[in-house]
């Protein structure tokens, strides 16, 4: 059974620029969550998506969006990158919502941003 | 808010020792999930628990509801067990800065 599938591993790009990371969850799971993990800040959560609808989001601006399509497949955007965007950003998959079910993670996609 | 401390924040312990990694939060929570992360990003789900204790090979895990507070022990310590543990009570919204644990073989 294939795992949580995170694509790009790596990126590098410009300040200003903006960028899609892509999110492949385990087959049958609807909710996607998505975290950025920095050495100062530990890991904290961006937002979920279940069933194509975001259910919560975190502390973050409206620079960091995200989706989800009816395959579950999700997607994040940083538009207009900065400097201190530059992180390991993990999503992680669960086969349903709430705190009862367990997650997986994807292997992340670490973004450097010059 | 739910504030989560863990400690101790970094161990170094001899191969063979015992280790217990402690998390404490502010809020009450009905499941509480452990993690592991080793060097290079990758995040492992090692236990979830609501209540009592967990047991999987070496590691174990214990909750108590009331007190607010987890712990997790691992026995027989091996150098394979180095990485960051990390605490997530509430619903994987919130998260321990995680432990960094590296064991001397």
């Known amino acids: 059974k294939a795992g949580v599938t995170q694509t790009p591993r790596y990126l590098i790009k410009t300040r200003g620029q903006q960028v899609t990371l892509s999110c492949s969850p385990i087959?049958?799971?609807?909710?996607v969550s998505w975290y950025q993990q920095t050495p100062g800040q530990g890991l904290q959560f961006l937002f979920e998506?279940?069933?194509?609808?975001?259910?919560n989001k975190g502390n973050f601006p409206g620079r960091f969006s995200g989706r989800q399509f009816s395959n579950s497949r999700s997607e994040m955007n940083v538009s207009t990158l900065e400097l201190g965007d530059s992180a390991l950003y993990l999503c992680?998959?669960?086969?349903?919502?709430?705190?009862?079910?367990?997650?997986?993670f994807g292997s992340g996609t670490r973004l450097t941003v010059v | 808010k739910n504030e989560v401390e863990q400690s101790p924040q970094n161990l170094t312990a001899q191969e063979g020792e015992f280790i217990t990694i402690n998390c404490s939060y502010s809020?009450?929570?009905?499941?509480l999930h452990w993690l592991q992360q080793h060097p290079g990003g990758g995040i492992v789900s090692l236990f979830m628990?609501?209540?009592g204790k967990k047991k999987h090979g070496r590691l174990i895990a214990t909750i108590n509801i009331q007190e607010k507070h987890s712990s997790l022990h691992i026995t027989a310590s091996h150098p394979r067990d180095s990485a960051v543990y990390i605490c997530?009570?509430?619903?994987?919204?919130?998260f321990g800065k995680g432990t960094r644990l590296h064991i001397l073989p």
């Open positions: 628990l609501s209540s």
């Open positions: 809020v009450g929570i009905s499941a």
């Open positions: 997530a009570p509430d619903d994987k919204i919130i």
């Open positions: 992680a998959s669960s086969p349903g919502q709430g705190v009862n079910y367990g997650y997986t």
């Open positions: 998506y279940f069933s194509e609808t975001q259910r």
């Open positions: 087959s049958g799971h609807r909710s």
